[in-house]
């Protein structure tokens, strides 16, 4: 089996619809593949309409990627096959994304103060409808010149954490988001979490942290992780009992990584599906010529 837990849709900051998402994720031989958009679920209905039109059989999981802060800095945490409906949580989200839009407003007149001729409708255009974040004002940003590719921007010199066109948002505490996920029957995945060339990245003790308030997993396999920092947080998931993940982080055309381009062992995944309560992997119909 081929597994990918870590992709997002136009419901965020991907460029693939939900539907074309697994579309893309069935031609690319995935088996199962998880559609975690930034802090929201509203691409999940229709990636699940999507799947009884497949050649293949192909398995969707639902989930969420949440932002969340730690010491004054930010990480992610991958939630899944939780209830989307569950209040506190539900509430959390929303409370995430409402403040996406005055962040990227604020983000776009420091750059304009930089000299930067970018425009909020600009930014608008490229978000469309989906949850704005960092990576619409990246692409405004790959458009005018200033930056040679999306992963560029986000330096200290642009929109990395503390760069100088960073705003922060609200964003959940950590410890509070692994009890709310539990809480609505999901499972927490660290995603990310040593990904240095993001910007700042939590001390390896806060993960032993984490796993005490209940964290599930690490995602170790992840394209900004090389092989010595792979080699290290495999051996911190076996000390502390995490299940290791590996993810793809795909954004369809936005980023470089293909879909599958790292991927999750099937007894991982197992685990997984056995520990959440809150919602099930959906299966599709596939088997069609």
């Known amino acids: 089996m081929r597994i990918d837990l870590h992709t997002h849709s136009t419901a965020s900051d991907g460029t693939d619809?939900?539907?074309?998402?697994?579309r893309n994720a069935a031609a690319a031989g995935l088996d199962v593949v998880a559609l975690?958009?930034?802090?929201?679920?509203?691409?999940?209905?229709?990636?699940?309409?999507?799947?009884?039109?497949?050649?293949?059989?192909l398995t969707l999981v639902t989930g969420a990627e949440l932002s969340c802060r730690l010491d004054g800095i930010s990480l992610h945490m991958l939630?899944?096959?939780?209830?989307?409906?569950?209040?506190?949580?539900?509430?959390?989200?929303?409370?995430?994304?409402?403040?996406?839009?005055?962040?990227?407003?604020?983000?776009v007149r420091k750059l304009q103060e930089?000299?930067?001729?970018?425009?909020?409708?600009?930014?608008?255009?490229?978000?469309?409808?989906?949850?704005?974040?960092?990576?619409?004002?990246a692409t405004a940003l790959v458009e005018l010149g200033v930056v040679e590719t999306v992963s560029d921007a986000f330096t200290t010199e642009w929109l990395a954490d503390g760069g100088r066109a960073y705003a922060e948002k609200h964003e959940l505490d950590p410890f509070e988001a692994i009890r709310m996920v539990k809480a609505a029957g999901g499972v927490t995945v660290f995603a990310h979490p040593l990904?240095?060339?993001?910007?700042?990245v939590v001390h390896e003790s806060a993960i032993v942290r984490f796993a005490a308030a209940?964290?599930?997993g690490i995602e170790v396999d992840h394209m900004d992780h090389d092989e010595p920092?792979?080699?290290?947080?495999?051996?911190?998931?076996?000390?502390l009992g995490l299940l290791a993940t590996g993810s793809s982080d795909y954004h369809g055309s936005r980023k470089s990584v293909e879909l599958g381009g790292c991927t999750t062992d099937p007894e991982i995944y197992g685990e997984i599906t056995r520990r959440a309560s809150g919602a099930f992997p959906v299966p599709g119909a596939g088997g069609r010529a």
Do not use: C, N
């Open 229 to 239: 920092t792979r080699a290290r947080l495999r051996g911190l998931a076996a000390e």
């Open 36 to 57: 975690t958009d930034h802090d929201t679920t509203r691409g999940h209905a229709e990636a699940i309409a999507a799947l009884p039109a497949l050649d293949r059989d």
């Open 79 to 107: 939630a899944y096959l939780f209830d989307p409906d569950e209040p506190e949580l539900l509430a959390e989200r929303e409370l995430v994304r409402d403040d996406r839009v005055p962040r990227a407003r604020t983000m």
């Open 214 to 216: 209940g964290l599930d």
């Open 114 to 137: 930089l000299g930067v001729p970018i425009t909020w409708e600009q930014v608008s255009r490229i978000a469309g409808d989906a949850s704005l974040g960092r990576p619409h004002i």
């Open 17 to 22: 619809t939900p539907a074309e998402l697994v």
């Open 195 to 200: 990904a240095a060339k993001r910007g700042r």
